[in-house]
């Protein structure tokens, strides 16, 4: 699996960002295929190779979860790679991320009976010790509810992202210096006062 590396200018960009507690890292178990919407859009990623490194405080991502991999963490018997990462991670108290289309098993689409409550209770148990399950694109509404101050690193600002930021109340954005800003979310971010600029 290749990384996606930044230059070193962006990496120490985000380190200082992490440090002023701007924004969040994104751990991902190196060797791990993960789909590339995550790598993308996660933010500021840090690889992990030794799970002993695993702390509270620190928010892992999963590239999914099939429901074989839900049942044998929910079991505490993981049976691969990322189920062991994932039952370490929700015994630690690290807040495991999964997107929600990553995830092969939903309640709703399935008859109910005696087997599929057995499955039902296993989410549930996941989701209750610290799984939390994201909409597709939910990265940086993830961010910005939370976060006055965002970095933007997504190959185009539009006006409806621009126009989500004002609603969040979202004060300042540092935009990467490869984003295209089109010329109405330029005027939104003016209109709400959002102070902008390029790294």
Request: glycine share 6%; proline share 4%; charged share 30%.
């Amino acid at each position: 699996m290749t990384k996606e590396k930044g230059n070193s200018m962006d990496e120490i960009v985000q380190e200082v960002l992490y440090r002023l507690g701007k924004i969040q890292k994104a751990f991902v178990i190196e060797e791990v295929e993960y789909p590339s919407e995550i790598l993308k859009n996660a933010g500021y990623l840090q690889w992990l190779r030794d799970i002993e490194t695993l702390e509270k405080g620190m928010t892992l991502w999963l590239p999914g979860m099939t429901r074989y991999q839900m049942m044998s963490i929910a079991n505490g018997l993981p049976d691969d790679r990322v189920s062991t990462w994932c039952l370490e991670a929700l015994l630690k108290g690290v807040t495991v991320c999964l997107r929600r289309e990553d995830l092969t098993f939903l309640p709703e689409n399935h008859e109910d009976s005696p087997l599929l409550r057995k499955h039902t209770e296993a989410l549930e148990l996941l989701t209750g010790s610290g799984l939390k399950l994201v909409e597709n694109n939910a990265f940086e509404a993830e961010k910005d509810q939370s976060e006055s101050f965002l970095y933007y690193r997504k190959k185009l600002l539009n006006e409806k992202t621009a126009r989500n930021w004002k609603q969040k109340a979202v004060k300042e954005v540092m935009i990467d210096p490869k984003t295209i800003v089109t010329p109405l979310a330029a005027d939104v971010l003016r209109e709400g006062q959002i102070k902008w600029c390029k790294e």
